[in-house]
Structures are given as structure tokens and as C-alpha cells.
């Protein structure tokens, strides 16, 4: 048995920094690193683009709406066409930094406000598997289990592969808690381990997400990884036999 454990990394900005990239990409297998409409500056994401390369982890573009103020947690109604045209933009740059570190882009993941509306707006996912499409067919997207975005790569002929987030609450009805909620981001490393290995063992999804931005977020990747070892369960990316 094997899974994927991602994490969104470079999201540092300046002398602003925001989580320890470099301690979290000794943990996980795949990296969801922002490519500056969210977070990060160009120096961030070249020296995260190395630090995963160094450590063999594959590499994925995490888009988002152009919304640093908000970190792209906001919803932004934008035109599909210029939808489309960002995720490009943002894809090309990441591949870029990514060829200079020697790898390349090996999959796509939408961030926050994006991630969420591509769950049910249909002209938004649509948008964004036009971008991947354009870019590079052999490119997964990476998403939410039953969401348009992942229905429609599909339909389309991209790879579509879901994820479930261990340091997330779900509601009854299996969406995630609202970020402004309580019981929406868990922090105790031994339950966010339970719930790894429940969900591996379970094949609720092909990787697993933790957020580097999270306090406290390299004790639970520690945790997580030993939990899962420690049931028989291998770490590697799912994106392994993506471009390279």
C-alpha cells in the first residue's frame, strides 16, 4: 500500500516568512508550492523549488487567484478567459524556477478561494483544466474528491487525482469546515496521524494534505510519516511518472 503526502510550501514572501519549507520537505513527497499570486516572491520559490529537488520531492504549481493581500482566500468573480490566461501564467513562471533546479512542474493544484470554488463553479474548474490542457496534457490535477474540477479533467483526458486533508475538519456531509469555524484546522499530531492512516488504509484518496502554513505543521508531518510507517504504508508521490 502507498500514498501521497502533500504540502503547500513557499508561501513565504519577502522578510516575511510563513512555515519551515525546508524542515516539511524532509517529510513529505509532494510539494504544492505557491507560485506568486497568493504567496511567494521569485527568490522564495527558486530556493523552494531546490530544496525539493535536492530531497527528491516532486513538485506541484499551486494557483490561486491573484490576491496576495488575502492570501487567495478570497473568491474573486473573474472572467473564465482570464481565469485561464492566470493559471497559465502561473503555471509557466513555477516551470521555469522548477527547470532552473533542475526538475519541472509535475502537477497542478488550485489554492484556497480557487480550491473551493472549483469544488461546484463549473466555469471556473473549466478554466483552469483549459490552462493545464494548453500547458501540458500529462499534467494531474490535484483536487477534491466529487469536485467539477476533478470530474471535468476527466472528461477531458487530464489524470484527476483526489486528495484528503488530515489537518482539516470535514462537515456532515463531507465538505470542509469553513476556515473561520473552531473545529476547522486540527492540531494535535497524534490525531492528525490516526486519521492519516485511517484514510490510507481506507483509500478515501490517492495523497494526503497538510498545510505548512499551520502551526505546528512540522510535528504532525514527523508524526504523520511515522504513523504511517510504522501501519506498512510507503510514501510516494503519485506524480512520480509525470514529465520529468
Same mark, same amino acid.
Request: proline content about 6%.
Given at each position: 500500500?502507498?500514498?501521497?503526502?502533500?504540502?503547500?510550501?513557499?508561501?513565504?514572501?519577502? %522578510?516575511?516568512?510563513?512555515?519551515?519549507d525546508e524542515a516539511m520537505l524532509e517529510? &513529505?513527497?509532494?510539494?504544492?508550492?505557491?507560485?506568486? @499570486?497568493?504567496?511567494?516572491?521569485?527568490?522564495?520559490?527558486?530556493?523552494?523549488c531546490r530544496q525539493a529537488a535536492k530531497r527528491d520531492v516532486t513538485i506541484g504549481a499551486q494557483v490561486g487567484y491573484p490576491d496576495l493581500a488575502g492570501f487567495g482566500r478570497r473568491f474573486l468573480d473573474i472572467a473564465s478567459e482570464d481565469l485561464t490566461a492566470a493559471v497559465l501564467y502561473q503555471l509557466g513562471a513555477l516551470d521555469g524556477l522548477a527547470r532552473a533546479a533542475g526538475r519541472r512542474v509535475q502537477y497542478l493544484k488550485p489554492h484556497g478561494a480557487l480550491y473551493s470554488a472549483c469544488i461546484d463553479h463549473e466555469g471556473q474548474a473549466r478554466a483552469v483544466i483549459n490552462a493545464v490542457a !494548453?500547458?501540458?496534457?500529462?499534467?494531474?490535477?490535484?483536487? @477534491?474528491?466529487?469536485? !467539477?474540477?476533478?470530474r471535468i479533467a476527466a472528461d477531458e483526458g487530464l489524470r484527476p487525482v483526489t486528495e484528503y486533508f488530515i489537518d482539516r475538519g470535514y462537515t456532515a456531509d463531507g465538505r470542509l469546515v469553513?476556515?473561520?469555524?473552531?473545529?476547522?484546522?486540527?492540531?494535535?499530531? *497524534? *490525531?492528525?496521524?490516526?486519521?492519516?492512516? *485511517?484514510?490510507?488504509?481506507?483509500? &478515501?484518496?490517492?495523497?494526503?494534505?497538510? %498545510?505548512?502554513?499551520?502551526?505546528?505543521? &512540522?510535528?504532525?508531518?514527523?508524526?504523520?510519516?511515522?504513523?504511517?510507517?510504522? !501501519?506498512?504504508?510507503?510514501?510516494?508521490? @503519485?506524480?512520480?511518472?509525470?514529465?520529468s
Open positions: 500500500m502507498t500514498i501521497d503526502l502533500n504540502a503547500d510550501l513557499g508561501e513565504s514572501y519577502g %522578510h516575511w516568512v510563513l512555515g519551515d517529510l &513529505v513527497t509532494s510539494a504544492n508550492i505557491a507560485c506568486g @499570486f497568493h504567496a511567494g516572491d521569485p527568490a522564495t520559490l527558486l530556493r523552494t !494548453a500547458y501540458d496534457r500529462r499534467l494531474p490535477i490535484l483536487g @477534491f474528491p466529487g469536485s !467539477a474540477l476533478l469553513d476556515r473561520r469555524e473552531p473545529r476547522a484546522l486540527l492540531h494535535d499530531p *497524534q *490525531q492528525v496521524a490516526a486519521r492519516a492512516v *485511517q484514510a490510507a488504509t481506507a483509500g &478515501v484518496a490517492e495523497s494526503l494534505c497538510l %498545510h505548512g502554513d499551520s502551526p505546528g505543521a &512540522v510535528q504532525m508531518a514527523r508524526a504523520v510519516r511515522a504513523a504511517l510507517t510504522d !501501519a506498512g504504508i510507503d510514501l510516494r508521490s @503519485f506524480a512520480r511518472e509525470s514529465p
